[in-house]
């Protein structure tokens, strides 16, 4: 009970029936409490049992439900408490009274809707806490995990120690430069183009070698780290042994969202032209695998993985935010 009516308070737009009920209950309460005082008090304090009822309803239902209850408890107190009974013929004195207590009344409901507030706003800044709390716990949790994997397979691909080091630096840098965005961006989302160029520039950062294409478009947090990591690695083999090793190579990263049969995807393609002969590897590494299963699941099977003798064509679907 008290739960639901906490939920009450923190309404924003309380119901009609949440109105009434407690513009209603509380004035009926005190109406029916002042007549159980009634033989100890007689004539005097005819709205004792009022304000309490007032803060109660205001808090509770709102300013409507406090209004509501400020009329009701007036008219009725004037009606039974105030002699005579039953009767609206007020002397001067009881009226003054009246009007004082509607005065007083207002002002109580003013306070209860201000305290509303308060209650409101506290409790939603605690929900808010707590789901940042659990959101941050899932964060950490996928991120370690995630560092994990990129230690686990740059170790198994990693023939010595002098080897796994700098790949597996450079493999969490990548991802620094895809949460930094996304700090940015209140983990809602990353544009495209942004995260294309943080990927891009410590490889090939003004190279002119190099053509970014696209028009705008967003991915979402989850897709951007694996985004971040398949560019990394499409960069990386770029700069040792494809296209960008040569100096007049050339790429080319372009994606457009023109398919009707998935509107919520855009195509992301990596070609590279003019460079050296590129043979198949002897081994496959993490790269490889990595670019060949694509950055989402829903990619499986329509990822192009394409070693020409001339450079790698990679392409890959990739989800956008709020298709």
Request: hydrophobic share 50%; proline share 5%; with cysteine.
């Amino acid at each position: 009970m008290l739960e639901r009516l906490r939920r009450v308070v923190i309404t924003t737009s309380p119901t009609l029936a949440q109105v009434l009920w407690f513009g209603l209950a509380p004035a009926v309460f005190a109406i029916l409490l002042r007549e159980l005082l009634n033989p100890a008090l007689g004539d005097r304090a005819p709205y004792v049992t009022v304000f309490p009822a007032l803060l109660v309803a205001a808090l509770w239902g709102g300013r409507w439900a406090g209004l509501i209850c400020l009329v009701l408890t007036g008219a009725a107190t004037a009606w039974l408490f105030v002699p005579p009974r039953y009767s609206f013929l007020l002397k001067t004195d009881d009226l003054a009274s009246l009007v004082a207590f509607v005065g007083s009344g207002g002002v109580i409901v003013l306070v209860s809707l201000i305290l509303r507030r308060a209650l409101r706003d506290l409790t939603l800044a605690r929900e808010r806490e707590t789901l940042l709390v659990h959101e941050l716990q899932h964060r950490v949790k996928n991120n370690l995990a995630i560092v994990q994997s990129l230690a686990s397979q740059t170790a198994r691909t990693s023939q010595r120690l002098e080897d796994f080091l700098p790949a597996f630096n450079e493999r969490l840098m990548a991802l620094a430069r895809v949460h930094n965005l996304l700090l940015e961006s209140h983990h809602r989302g990353v544009e495209l183009r942004a995260l294309a160029e943080a990927s891009l520039a410590p490889y090939v950062d003004g190279d002119r070698r190099v053509l970014i294409e696209g028009g705008p478009a967003c991915v979402s947090a989850e897709s951007a780290v694996s985004v971040a990591l398949a560019l990394h690695e499409l960069a990386t083999n770029a700069v040792k042994y494809g296209a960008l090793s040569d100096a007049h190579g050339r790429v080319r990263l372009s994606w457009t969202s023109r398919d009707p049969r998935h509107p919520d995807e855009a195509l992301l393609e990596w070609t590279e032209h003019d460079g050296p002969r590129v043979a198949e590897p002897s081994r496959t590494g993490f790269g490889s695998r990595l670019l060949k299963l694509g950055v989402d699941s829903s990619s499986r099977g329509r990822v192009v993985f394409d070693l020409k003798p001339n450079g790698l064509t990679w392409r890959a679907p990739v989800r956008l935010l709020n298709a």
